[in-house]
């Protein structure tokens, strides 16, 4: 899989909600080679400041050579990218990891909490490109309160899957978590669910599949130097007892194949 540093240029500026942001990007190399659930690391100053670069999830791409960047303004790395202007270039590294495997012949369920519903909406196009009945496939995104969803859910509604969402004050979908949707839907037997979002989220994700016997993908997130294999700042335990890079053996995983605390 090959990998590219491209000067990528930011054509367009969305301030979704208060310190949520999305950016597209210029960026052709990446974009054409880009797989749902991989990620790009992100050089977001000009200088040394900050020294690394920072991961994100391939929130979209386009056939036109763009990508977008969807994610939250938290730290000195995030807070430069949320004040940068269109025009302004950015030095982008990718695509990294192995993305979301698609099981083409299963209904899909995809689960997006919070800042996790950003490569959700990758993974939705190629899931509703597929040649086969898309009755039974399923999004259900969450997040704290309506401007963690809203601004979104009109990008999901393009691809014509059934939507659920769900907030923790109620104040967009219905008050509650992902995971209480998901417990609450008649899914078919072989569905394939999709996950990413926070680490307690994700457990419950792990908890619900294996009680039904469901095969569970979800894409993880560890704190990365490189991103590429060479730092082992991002190792997760694995079932067996050994560890895995977030970012070469992720950052998806099936959850079968990760140490949980339950
Ligand atoms: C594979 C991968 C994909 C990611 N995709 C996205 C995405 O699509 N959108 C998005 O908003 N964020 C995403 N993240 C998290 C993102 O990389 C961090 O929010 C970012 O690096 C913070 O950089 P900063 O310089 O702004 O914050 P810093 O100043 O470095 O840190 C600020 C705060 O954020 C915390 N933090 C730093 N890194 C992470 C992390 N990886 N997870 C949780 N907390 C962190 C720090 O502990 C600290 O409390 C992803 C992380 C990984 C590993
Ligand atoms: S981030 Fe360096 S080994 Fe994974």
Same mark, same amino acid.
């Given at each position: *899989?090959? +990998?590219?540093?491209?000067?990528?240029?930011?054509?367009?500026?969305?301030?979704?909600?208060?310190?949520?942001?999305?950016?597209?990007?210029?960026?052709?190399?990446? %974009?054409?080679?880009?797989?749902?659930?991989? @990620?790009? $690391?992100?050089?977001?100053?000009?200088? +040394?400041?900050?020294?690394?670069?920072?991961?994100?999830?391939?929130?979209?791409?386009?056939?036109?050579?763009?990508?977008?960047?969807?994610?939250?303004?938290?730290?000195?790395?995030?807070?430069? $990218?949320?004040? %940068?202007?269109?025009?302004?270039?950015?030095?982008?590294?990718?695509?990294?990891?192995?993305? @979301?495997?698609?099981?083409?012949?299963?209904?899909?369920?995809?689960?997006?909490?919070?800042?996790?519903?950003?490569? *959700?909406?990758? /993974?939705?196009?190629?899931?509703?490109?597929?040649?086969?009945?898309?009755?039974?496939?399923?999004?259900? /995104?969450?997040?704290?309160?309506?401007?963690?969803?809203?601004?979104?859910? &009109?990008? @999901?509604?393009?691809?014509?899957?059934?939507?659920?969402? %769900?907030?923790?004050?109620? =104040?967009?979908?219905?008050?509650?978590?992902?995971? &209480?949707?998901?417990?609450?839907?008649?899914?078919?037997?072989?569905?394939?669910?999709?996950?990413?979002?926070?680490?307690? $989220?994700?457990?419950? /994700?792990?908890?619900?599949?294996?009680?039904?016997?469901?095969?569970? +993908?979800?894409?993880?997130?560890?704190?990365?130097?490189?991103? $590429?294999? %060479?730092?082992?700042?991002?190792?997760?335990?694995?079932?067996?007892?050994?560890? /895995?890079?977030?970012?070469?053996?992720?950052?998806?995983?099936? =959850?079968?194949?990760?140490?949980?605390?339950?």
């Amino acid at each position: *899989m090959s +990998q590219h540093q491209e000067k990528a240029r930011i054509i367009r500026f969305e301030q979704l909600s208060g310190l949520n942001v999305r950016i597209t990007l210029e960026a052709p190399l990446i %974009a054409g080679s880009a797989e749902a659930g991989q @990620f790009v $690391m992100i050089r977001t100053g000009s200088g +040394q400041d900050p020294l690394l670069r920072r991961p994100f999830s391939l929130h979209q791409t386009s056939s036109g050579g763009q990508i977008q960047i969807y994610f939250k303004n938290v730290g000195r790395g995030t807070d430069i $990218m949320a004040h %940068a202007k269109v025009g302004e270039m950015l030095d982008v590294f990718g695509p990294l990891g192995r993305g @979301f495997s698609i099981a083409d012949d299963k209904p899909a369920c995809l689960v997006g909490g919070g800042l996790g519903i950003a490569p *959700m909406l990758f /993974l939705a196009k190629i899931i509703s490109s597929l040649g086969r009945d898309h009755s039974q496939d399923l999004i259900i /995104l969450g997040g704290r309160t309506r401007e963690d969803v809203e601004p979104l859910v &009109d990008d @999901f509604k393009q691809f014509g899957l059934a939507l659920h969402c %769900a907030t923790d004050d109620g =104040t967009y979908g219905i008050k509650g978590y992902v995971t &209480d949707i998901l417990r609450s839907e008649q899914l078919a037997e072989n569905t394939q669910i999709y996950g990413c979002g926070p680490d307690n $989220m994700l457990e419950v /994700l792990h908890q619900f599949s294996s009680s039904r016997h469901l095969s569970c +993908q979800v894409s993880v997130e560890s704190v990365m130097a490189c991103g $590429m294999g %060479a730092c082992l700042g991002c190792n997760v335990d694995s079932s067996d007892g050994d560890y /895995l890079h977030v970012c070469i053996d992720g950052p998806v995983f099936d =959850t079968g194949d990760l140490a949980w605390n339950s």
